[in-house]
Each structure stands twice: as C-alpha cells, then as structure tokens.
C-alpha cells in the first residue's frame, strides 16, 4: 500500500483526498518509480478544483510531475536504483501521476535527473521551471541574445515567470517582470529583474501597434497581455507563449507579425520530444543559479497539496510548490 492524492468523480462534484492505495491498482506500464517529490503547477490547480477539464478520468492521481527514483522496471532503458524526473505526456491527466509516493509510467517517459541538482531541486523547478527553460530555448535557437535589448517576463512571480527570469539574468539579459503583486518587487528583483512594470499595463485591450520596447518576451499570461506584449515587440522580435493564466484567447492583430516582422513561438512542455527535454534540463543544470530554487520554492505536505492546488488557480502562490510526497 502507499498514499497518493486521489480524485473521484460522482454524477454532480469531483472531490479530492489523500488515500491509501494497493499498488496492484496501479496503471500497467514498464517502470515503477518510488517518487520522493513532486509539485503544484498550475494544471493540476485546474485538476484538483476541477475548475477546468483537465483530468481526462476518474479516479486519477494528479501530479504533471514528479523526481524519484527506479523501483522495478521491465524496459531495458532503466535499471533499479536509477534517479529518474518525469513532465508531462498526460501523466496526471489521463494516466495517474506524481502527487503519491509511486507511480508507474512509460520508459519513454523518464529522463535522467541531472547530477547538478537533488529530487527536491529538480522538482522546485519542476515542470513550470522546465518550459522556462523550453522559452529560453526557444528564444535563443531564434537569435535572441542578451544585447538585443529588453525581455518582458509576465506572470512573473508564477513558477515559470520566477525561473524564467532567474535564467534570464544569470545569461546577461535585461529583464523586465509583469505582475500582479506590488508587494513582490524584492523577490522579482533578487530573482534578477532589473525593473517592474504593472500587469495591468498590459492586461486590457490595446492597440494593435504600439510602441516598439522588447527584444523578446516570455510570455505566461495570455489573451490581452500576449496581445499586447505582440504589439510592444520590436522590429523583428520573437514571443514565446506558453501559458493561459489571463485567458486562453489572444484578441491580437497580425499587424505586429506582417509589419514588424515579429514571431510568435508555440512552447509546448507536454509532448516535447526526448531531446527538446533532455537540452532543456541540460540548460538548467548549466545557466540556472540552484541557490536561487530556495526563494523561488516552497514544501508542501501531500495532505497540504489540494488547497496549494486551489491557491495556485486563485494566483495566491509565488513561484513554486514543492510537495514532499512522503
Ligand atoms: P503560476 O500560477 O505559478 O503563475 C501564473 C502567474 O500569472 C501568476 O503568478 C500571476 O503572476 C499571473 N497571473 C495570474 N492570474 C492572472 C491574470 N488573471 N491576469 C494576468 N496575470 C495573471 O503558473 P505557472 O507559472 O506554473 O504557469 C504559468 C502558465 O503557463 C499557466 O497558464 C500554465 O498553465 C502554463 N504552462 C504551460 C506549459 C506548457 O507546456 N505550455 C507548461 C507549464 C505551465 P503575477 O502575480 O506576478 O502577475
């Protein structure tokens, strides 16, 4: 038997609770993983509240991620012992995940927990910290670099906005942090902002064209701000969307696009292919400063998990939520 969080559905509610599971319940699949930490992202705040349909069916054990290590495996790619982190591929949403003590996943499924950092650093980056890195990536693979000018980060003090920009600073970028949280400066600032701008500057709707101020922006917001963020874009600036936390529309104009020659670049942590993940970690391992994980992070009991799920939907978190699964 081991504790996991587990979601039940009935014809009227969804309800949420910690229980015990024979692991003869488990889903077939190649490795049996004893997870030592996983976390709160912001999809499984729409999972446990069910406020959005994310969990494809019930029961599930939530959790888009997880580190911990190999238990048993049937896959040659992974022996017992091994030090594993998942993100993604559904787990969590169609196939149970990482919010329990184990879990039973794909081979395909695992990468290798990088030296440079523990289970619980890896997962104080977890997956939001994981698609900072995918929008760095994708940034530079498309020219960006630190002396182009200003990178707007919205949703700043979010999980991904945190370690965004504590990637960002430490490759010599500018970097300017949209929020919310007026009380947050001195966080987003030891993080490596080197100003802070208002959300809602750019949260309501604006021109199609404005004027030109960033080389690039990590975008975490959606709908207006993206908008926005699109039209402020210089000449030939590249925008990295990854995130809905405003709204899933984007109520744009293709001016910046056909007239500034600006690129919206589609960053998708999911289904990101083997070795969009494996650079991603090696990126972190390498440009992100681990001391900074202990401001941007935070540890949660699993018992704790479903109300960090539903603080993290009402924008009550800052930067990540770490649950310590046992
Ligand atoms: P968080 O909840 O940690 O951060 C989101 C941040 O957005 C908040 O901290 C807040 O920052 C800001 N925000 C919240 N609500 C609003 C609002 N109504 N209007 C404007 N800003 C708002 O989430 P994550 O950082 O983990 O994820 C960010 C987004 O990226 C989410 O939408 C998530 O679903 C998405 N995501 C997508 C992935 C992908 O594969 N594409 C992978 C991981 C995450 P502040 O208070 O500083 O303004």
């Not at 991904?160 to 990637?167: D, F, M, P, Q």
């Not at 650079?279 to 935070?298: P, Q, T, V």
Request: hydrophobic share 45%; proline share 3%.
């Amino acid at each position: 038997m081991f504790k996991a969080l587990l979601i039940t559905k009935n014809e009227t509610a969804q309800s949420v609770a910690v229980t015990d599971i024979d692991e003869s319940q488990l889903p077939e699949a190649a490795v049996t993983v004893k997870i030592e930490y996983s976390t709160i992202n912001y999809k499984d705040g729409l999972a446990v509240t069910g406020k959005s349909p994310v969990v494809r069916k019930f029961p599930m054990v939530p959790g888009i991620d997880f580190a911990g290590v190999v238990e048993s495996s049937d896959s040659d790619l992974w022996k017992a012992g091994d030090r594993v982190v998942l993100n993604g591929w559904g787990v969590g949403e169609g196939h149970w995940g990482g919010l329990g003590q184990k879990a039973r996943v794909k081979a395909e499924w695992l990468i290798r927990l990088p030296d440079a950092f523990t289970a619980r650093q890896a997962m104080a980056i977890g997956t939001a910290g994981y698609t900072a890195a995918l929008c760095v990536e994708a940034l530079e693979r498309n020219g960006v670099k630190p002396e182009a000018g200003e990178i707007l980060v919205t949703g700043a003090t979010g999980g991904v906005g945190s370690v965004a920009i504590a990637l960002l600073s430490r490759l010599g970028y500018k970097v300017v942090a949209s929020s919310g949280k007026a009380g947050e400066a001195e966080y987003l600032n030891s993080l490596g902002a080197s100003q802070i701008i208002d959300r809602n500057e750019l949260s309501n709707p604006g021109k199609p064209l404005q004027k030109e101020r960033w080389a690039a922006v990590v975008d975490c917001v959606g709908s207006h701000t993206l908008a926005n963020a699109c039209a402020q874009t210089r000449y030939g600036g590249h925008v990295a969307a990854c995130g809905l936390a405003q709204g899933m529309d984007f109520p744009a104009s293709v001016a910046p696009f056909i007239l500034r020659g600006v690129s919206l670049l589609g960053i998708d942590s999911v289904m990101a292919p083997l070795a969009v993940r494996e650079a991603a970690w090696k990126r972190l391992a390498r440009d992100l400063d681990a001391s900074k994980l202990e401001a941007i992070s935070k540890v949660v009991s699993l018992g704790e998990a479903a109300a960090a799920g539903a603080d993290i939907v009402s924008g009550k978190i800052r930067g990540r939520v770490v649950v310590d699964v046992n």
